[in-house]
């Protein structure tokens, strides 16, 4: 496997965390280059950062492994072109480019395109006619976290709500989707309870359809 970074180490998103259990899988070498790592010595890191640029190290004093898996890590590599079979269906590879504008073939059988994230808010309704809660001024991005402006908790209006990237950018690591949603469940449950205090537990069930006509669409619409 190999990971194509457009930047260098410094700007990566990666964990340490992330780093240490790619070295840990059994059966598989991690990898980096050392000439993708010059400069250094300018590169303004925090102590976190640091202790990352030592695994990056660590993985670049290793040797290509005769045998068995490896998963390579690639700095400054711009993806230029996606490189196929003369009748374009099979795919070969891809193109990169490099900061002294070298170019390197870097060959592949499965590419998976991982840049860019972007959330947009949902139009208001797509059926014609039909109202919808989900008022597109209510969901404005943040421009600091690449998310949706939220009150801390995920809550955008009672009744509204945001979780993982949509809530705090594309940050984190699978795990952190847990506390995430569950400050954004608490503050469901809160905003529940309030409407309880103001409004009761009410004595009848509705248990005709009529209730979805309204409801429903614009519950589909504020998916993200």
Request: hydrophobic residues 35%.
């Amino acid at each position: 496997v190999t990971v194509v970074g457009r930047r260098g180490f410094p700007e990566a998103k990666f964990t340490n965390k992330e780093l240490r259990e790619i070295t840990r899988i059994d059966g598989v070498t991690a990898r980096a280059f050392k000439s993708e790592l010059i400069g250094k010595e300018d590169w303004h890191l925090d102590r976190a950062k640091k202790r990352g640029l030592h695994l990056v190290e660590e993985m670049a004093a290793h040797g290509s492994p005769p045998t068995g898996r490896q998963i390579l890590l690639r700095f400054h590599s711009v993806p230029r072109r996606v490189l196929t079979s003369a009748d374009g269906r099979t795919l070969k590879g891809i193109l990169v480019e490099h900061p002294d504008g070298t170019t390197e073939a870097i060959p592949c059988s499965l590419l998976v395109e991982a840049v860019r994230f972007k959330v947009v808010p949902p139009a208001v309704t797509s059926q014609p006619g039909v109202a919808s809660d989900c008022v597109t001024d209510d969901l404005q991005v943040d421009s600091r976290t690449g998310g949706m402006a939220h009150d801390g908790t995920g809550r955008v209006r009672p009744g509204l709500y945001l979780a993982g990237w949509a809530k705090r950018g594309p940050t984190g690591i699978i795990a952190a989707n847990i506390p995430c949603s569950q400050a954004t469940a608490n503050a469901v449950v809160e905003d529940i309870s309030k409407w309880r205090m103001l409004h009761g537990e009410g004595e009848e069930v509705d248990e005709s359809d009529a209730w979805m006509v309204h409801d429903i669409p614009s519950a589909r619409e504020c998916r993200f």
